[in-house]
């Protein structure tokens, strides 16, 4: 249902990625004035999945049908209980809408389906609250990706950047061209450098230290690159799906060390960046978790030399997604355009979402 457009907004965001990290959750407070808008985080945090958790949502995918709508709805529970502390313990009022990603556990646009789990209905009967989900689905229906959907948070909400670059649990790039918004995914990234610092019994590599200490193994990263380019005349949107199909098999290589194939990793990630990202954009935003990862952003400052790579505050880095997210669903609400025909390679841009009140 399309709402009457008002100036101000406060929103609580959600998102859940491939990393696998946690749930980010963020309140943003957004202002539409002489056609322009603007926004500030008043409060963020992620919170860590448990073991279990990591453990269900990591095979969520091999559930039968039953189990997996059983989970659906145990999700959704289970994020409206995080909202709930999460709102108690900022003391955040006056919320318009809960805009949630949910956690992607199945997404073959090539067969028409895209499916984030954790029911809306039961985050909204949790929360009490309005709730906007499934943002995704529909443009798949109209025959796009699904993704990428941050894109137009970029272009509204971050329009003194050139580009901006993500570098969660896949890399992905958004820029202007002609008044065009062009934007894909390029690679793996914390998804991979993840997997292997399992290996290693570490969450993730502190400041890509033991990558750092490792050589790049050439065969590795010659097969790194033939996957990669292999995606750089249609663009695929990239899931779990293709890295476990396609990199996953690499990685378990026991016969390249840790470091080594960490180190690889590195340089693969960095040197397809540069190949994604054009050269003329100079002025390029870094967030997600990979920015916070010194080597690599140290490699990419040596693959992209006439790119200024501005690694923002802390708040932006970790929550750029469940803030723009949180901005879909000030764009679903008030009946706008907030999925893009120029990403995602649908028949046309679309006001998506899921509206539950």
């Not at 894909?184 to 991979?192: Q, R, T, Y």
């Amino acid at each position: 249902m399309q709402e009457k457009p008002v100036s101000k907004y406060r929103v609580i965001g959600l998102m859940s990625g491939t990393s696998l990290d946690g749930v980010d959750i963020a309140v943003g407070t957004f202002h539409y004035k002489k056609m322009k808008w603007s926004f500030s985080v008043e409060a963020a945090k992620t919170f860590a999945y448990t073991q279990m958790w990591q453990e269900k949502l990591k095979t969520a995918h091999l559930l039968p049908g039953e189990q997996l709508l059983k989970l659906h709805v145990e999700y959704g529970e289970f994020l409206g209980q995080l909202c709930n502390q999460f709102i108690k313990k900022n003391r955040v009022n006056k919320i318009d809408l809960v805009a949630s990603h949910g956690h992607t556990i199945f997404h073959q646009p090539k067969n028409g389906f895209t499916f984030q789990l954790g029911d809306g209905f039961t985050l909204h009967s949790a929360t009490g609250l309005p709730v906007a989900c499934d943002f995704r689905s529909q443009d798949v229906a109209l025959g796009g990706e699904g993704a990428p959907l941050v894109p137009i948070g970029d272009t509204l909400l971050f329009p003194n950047y050139n580009a901006c670059l993500n570098l969660g649990g896949i890399a992905n790039v958004s820029f202007q061209n002609k008044n065009k918004t062009i934007a894909f995914d390029i690679c793996f990234c914390n998804l991979a450098l993840n997997h292997l610092s399992a290996i290693a019994n570490k969450k993730f590599d502190a400041n890509g230290e033991l990558a750092k200490s490792g050589t790049v193994d050439k065969s590795l990263l010659q097969s790194l690159q033939k996957i990669y380019s292999g995606y750089r005349t249609k663009r695929p949107s990239l899931a779990r799906e293709d890295f476990e199909k396609e990199v996953l098999q690499l990685l378990n290589n026991e016969s390249i060390s840790v470091a080594d194939r960490l180190r690889t990793v590195c340089e693969a990630i960095a040197e397809e960046i540069a190949f994604a990202v054009p050269i003329k954009k100079n002025n390029v935003l870094l967030t997600g978790g990979g920015a916070h990862n010194r080597f690599l952003v140290q490699l990419l400052r040596l693959k992209l030399p006439q790119s200024n790579l501005t690694v923002p505050d802390k708040i932006i880095v970790d929550f750029k997604e469940a803030l723009v997210f949180a901005f879909l669903g000030v764009l679903r609400l008030r009946g706008e355009i907030n999925v893009l025909k120029s990403v995602t390679g649908s028949k046309k841009d679309s006001c998506s979402g899921i509206f539950i009140r």
